[in-house]
Structures are given as C-alpha cells and as structure tokens.
C-alpha cells in the first residue's frame, strides 16, 4: 500500500482566519484503499483542513493534492472526484428515500438513466425497498446513516471523507455502519474519516492525530499506542490532549 503513489498529498499546508492559525504546516499522506483515521478535539484544525481536502476551501500555504488534483488551483476539480458524508448525513428530511437518491445523483452528474439504475440497485442492496417512498425525516437513524453513506459512493468515487458520521448513533448502528466503511475499503475506495470516537481510531488502517493545529502522531493504531507508551488510543488522545510527547 504505501509503495503506491498517494492519493491525497500535503505538505506544510498553512491555513490562517486572519491572526489565527488554524493548520500549522500539516503533513502526510494518505494511499488508496487506505482507512485514513483523522482525530483531533474540538478546535484542533480537523475541520478546517478536512474542508480544504474536499475542495471547500483553499489553504493560505503549503502543498495539498487530492486525487491529483492542487486543492488550492481547482478546488471544483476535487469536488467532482470524491464523495462526503457529513455527521448531519446530508440528506433532506422533506425528501423522499428516492428523491434524495436522484438529486445527489444529479449533483454527481449522473444522467438520469444511471440515477435510476444506481437507485435500484442500492435500494435492493440495503434491502429496503419498502422505505423508497417515505420521507427522509421519518425513516430511522441508523438507515438514514447507511443511506447517506451509500449516496456518497453513487458516483463511483476513488475517496470518501466522512466527516463525523457516526455521531449521536448507538454503538451497534456504529458497528454496522463500520461494516459497510470495510466493504467500500475492499472493493478499493479509500476512505478517509473523522471521529471522536476513539474505539473506531483501531478499526482503521493509520491515524493522524492533530491538536493545537500541528500533527502530533502518525501511524498505525498500533505504532501509536507503542509510540506512546499507551494500552489504548484513549490514553494515546489523553496524553497528547495534555501536551505529552512520544515516549
């Protein structure tokens, strides 16, 4: 995996609100097919460089290339490429299970046609052919999470940022939902994630934990918690919560 070329590279990316520095020379990379865990608390700079990856965003400086595609020349180009799913879901309550399907698959650019194949073929896949007609809003949690994941995949992206998606479900849903991340990460999509969560940090591939706007830790979960002297990511995201160093 790390022999091949990444498909999301950056180097020293810069990010500043006016005298706030948000991202403070960020680098690393990110492979195809990986599971790409991003953590950080509240206000580490996750967001802002998460918005700059999916082209939401420019950095004030450094290198950031997504898909092979200069994040800070055409964002746009970035936007087509990769699918997002945020902890929101990005779905429409006043629309129904189809609805929704059709009218992210025409922001993907998909003609109508493969809408309607693709919608098909994912309604039968999730086995819920009898919500195709309700409102997004009346439809469970853990189903309207599972829908919003498989939309971000509608138009056969290479990459995927989830952006805190399992936020406010229950452990089990969690579970499922993870289900799905490894079956995308199989069929080669790569995937790459946000989360507070810090059991989901040790489903995936490597980690990169930020805080005050600098990366602190890169590696495997396992390189990791041996980095830091750890027994789990939780005294890992302790210590470095508390400014603590490798060990």
Sequence with gaps: MIDAKPIIRVEKLVKKFGSFLANDNISFEVYPGEIFGFLGANGAGKTTAIRILSGL??????????????????PEGIKKRIGYMSQKFSLYDDLTLYENIRFFGGIYGLRLREIQEQAD??????????LRNRKIGSVPLGWKQKLAFSVALLHKPSLVFLDEPTGGVDPLTRRQFWELIYDAAK??????VTTHYMDEAEYCDRLCILAEGQVKAIGSPEQIRKDFDSEDMDQVFYQI???GEKA
Excluded: C, H, W
């Design 121 to 130: 073929l994912l309604i039968q896949k999730l086995g819920i052919e009898d």
């Design 57 to 74: 965003s420019r950095p004030t400086s450094g290198l950031v290339e997504v898909v092979g595609i200069n994040a800070r020349t055409n």
């Design 187 to 192: 069929q080669g999509v790569t995937i790459f």
């Design 241 to 243: 919560s508390r400014g």
